[in-house]
């Protein structure tokens, strides 16, 4: 004798379901760039409270995974298994280790094709963790703000996103040998790596169509943050390569 099936039962069981999980537990898309280390960039969203984080960290996949996402060419992000992004703030206690899902070319909402599915991407590093005010409003004239990482030959800059409207963009850059300037009249050379993100700001705006481009070059003033001797920073002429990933839509009001 079987039992009478109730689908109403299963839907009261999924809300239920549901409602045991946090508002932050959901499928975190993510762009995924780079190449030696390789990176993700959480891809946030005002309106969505599961959503409304920026997250860049370093990542790993097993060898054969890692030649085959290299491989490539343009636009890759990773759709990984649903989880809770709480679990990647460093100050919030364990963190997570891994996140398993599939790499996509192309993003994975707008017609990517899967390049690697069910593959696990270490969390090698955190590197910047901050939760978005969906209050705040935008200040236009505020200046153009990025962060900056990556090692020798592959840096990266991330833009800063501070409240709606705003917008996510990643771009490939390098600092122009011989223009570091740590105070006046001294030149040096560029610092090796940015293991941790740094804020850059440049001489513009902070809106989409005063952001940096494929082909800019721009003085950026950088902030290594304040010792026990003071402020540290250092001025630089910045040469952006590509243009990684841009996107508004997300992020406007």
């Known amino acids: 004798m079987h039992a009478h099936h109730d689908p ?5 069981h999924d809300r239920a379901h549901d409602r045991a999980q946090p508002e932050t537990f959901d499928v975190h898309g993510m762009l ?3 190449d030696d ?7 946030p969203m005002f309106h969505v409270p599961a959503h409304r984080f920026q997250v860049l960290m370093e990542v790993g996949f097993r060898d054969d995974v890692r030649e085959a996402v290299c491989k490539v060419e343009g636009l890759r992000t990773f759709v990984p298994d649903p989880f809770d992004i709480l679990e990647l703030d460093p100050d ?7 996140v398993r899902g599939t790499v996509f070319r192309g993003h994975f909402e707008r017609g990517g094709v899967p390049v690697a599915e069910d593959v696990t991407a270490r969390i090698e590093r955190v590197l910047f963790f901050r939760r978005l005010d969906p209050a705040a409003r935008h200040d236009d004239e505020a200046p153009l703000s990025y962060l900056c990482f990556g090692r020798a030959g592959g840096l990266h800059l991330a833009h800063e996103i501070t409240a709606r409207p705003d917008f996510d963009q990643v771009l490939a850059v390098r600092l122009v040998r011989g223009t570091v300037r740590h105070e006046p009249g001294v030149t040096g050379e560029p610092p090796a790596d940015f293991e941790r993100p740094v804020p850059v700001t440049f001489g513009r705006v902070d809106t989409p169509r005063r952001r940096l481009v494929a082909g800019d070059t721009a003085e950026g003033d ?6 026990r001797t003071g402020e540290h920073g250092f001025h630089a002429q910045v040469e952006v390569v590509d243009e990684i990933y841009m996107e508004t839509g997300d992020l406007s009001m």
């Open 92 to 98: 919030g206690g364990p963190m997570r280790t891994s």
């Open 222 to 227: 950088f902030d290594l943050g304040v010792s």
């Open 8 to 12: 109403a039962h299963d839907r009261a």
């Open 32 to 34: 995924l760039f780079g």
């Open 37 to 43: 280390p390789l990176y993700f960039s959480h891809l």
